[in-house]
């Protein structure tokens, strides 16, 4: 079994906060979070995957550590923009989203297809 990650440290990716697991797995994923929900909410999955994929956990704009949407725009096509702005920056991913997150990753896999390589929904 894989030591699991000690912290989860995260960093700004353009105008929002990402949790990522150490680089090295073959493969990207993205989690996007559901309503009042943080990045944090899939860490424990991340270290689960981490031998697998590369996780990178966002917090969508006003959650989390990531600050308010400077429009106060907090739809589902905004967040959407934001998760196609960290799929541009990782490359292509697996995309797991949960509840609104589920919404932000269909229009994202919708918008998109070129940067999504699955697309996992829970919730």
């Known amino acids: 079994m894989a030591e699991p990650v000690p912290h989860w440290p995260g960093r700004m990716i353009g105008p929002v906060h990402v949790r990522s697991t150490p ?25 689960e995957l981490k031998d697998v994929v590369t996780g990178h956990a966002i917090d969508l704009p006003g959650a989390g550590r990531s600050p308010a949407a400077p429009d ?19 490359g292509p991913a697996h995309l797991f989203g949960n509840s609104l997150g589920g919404a932000v990753s269909v229009r994202v896999a919708a918008t998109r297809p070129d940067l999504v390589r699955s697309l996992t929904l829970i919730s």
């Open 72 to 90: 106060g725009d907090y739809s589902v096509p905004a967040h959407a923009r934001a998760v196609i702005g960290l799929l541009e920056h990782t």
């Open 23 to 47: 680089d090295g797995a073959p493969e990207q994923a993205v989690f996007v979070h559901g309503l009042a929900g943080s990045a944090t909410n899939w860490t424990d999955l991340m270290d």
